[in-house]
């Protein structure tokens, strides 16, 4: 049973351009988290999808950033325009729910 | 001021040592992860708690619900145990709400 699966592992994007971040959960998990870790600072939460359903997105940020889970295929989370304060790794993490917490290896973005 | 409190934020030891790293949480939760991140890494979760003790090698993480307190104990420290250790909250939301962090460094 494969893990977390995130890619790309590294993505450097220019100032403007859109970055794609996938996520597959592990086999049969239904549940999907997306996390930011800033430069020197912790995580924080970001979004929390079921199949097709936005649950809490309340640490999104209001302008550019949205996430989605369709019925078929992977998570993805999408920063459009990107600019240089986004430059973080994201973290995918999923679960059966109660509070498990599979995580993916991260994707690090760098907007250059 | 965090919902949740890591002490001490970097801790240096020799290899050998018994580490003790501290989380501290402010409401009642579901259950606290102790999570394990290598210095460009991806995450583990080490344990999953949500009462008492549990062991797993030379790690123990032990909650106490009641005083809102959990420990993370490292014992016979080794070098490969240098890492950055993350305590994580889990409401009844399912969310994760993450300390800090305690940046562990074991010399040989």
């Known amino acids: 049973n494969a893990g977390v699966m995130q890619n790309p592992r590294h993505l450097v994007r220019r100032r403007g351009q859109e970055a794609r971040l996938r996520c597959s959960p592990m086999k049969g998990h239904s549940h999907v988290y997306w996390y930011r870790q800033l430069p020197e600072e912790g995580l924080k939460f970001m979004v929390y999808l079921q199949k097709e359903n936005i649950i809490d997105e309340s640490g999104m940020p209001k302008e550019r950033f949205s996430a989605e889970f369709p019925k078929e295929g992977p998570s993805i989370l999408r920063i459009q325009q990107v600019v240089r304060g986004d430059s973080a790794a994201y973290f995918c993490?999923?679960?059966?729910?109660?509070?498990?917490?599979?995580f993916g290896q991260g994707t690090r973005l760098t907007v250059v | 001021k965090n919902e949740v409190e890591q002490s001490p934020q970097n801790l240096t030891a020799q290899e050998g040592e018994f580490i003790t790293i501290n989380c501290s949480y402010s409401v009642g939760i579901s259950a606290l992860h102790w999570l394990q991140q290598h210095p460009g890494g991806g995450i583990v979760s080490l344990f999953m708690l949500s009462s008492g003790k549990k062991k797993h090698g030379r790690l123990i993480a032990t909650i106490n619900i009641q005083e809102k307190h959990s420990s993370l104990h490292i014992t016979a420290s080794h070098p490969r145990d240098s890492a950055v250790y993350i305590c994580a909250v889990c409401y009844n939301t399912d969310k994760l709400i993450f300390g800090t962090g305690t940046r562990l460094q074991v010399f040989p």
């Open positions: 993490a999923s679960s059966l729910g109660r509070c498990e917490a599979f």
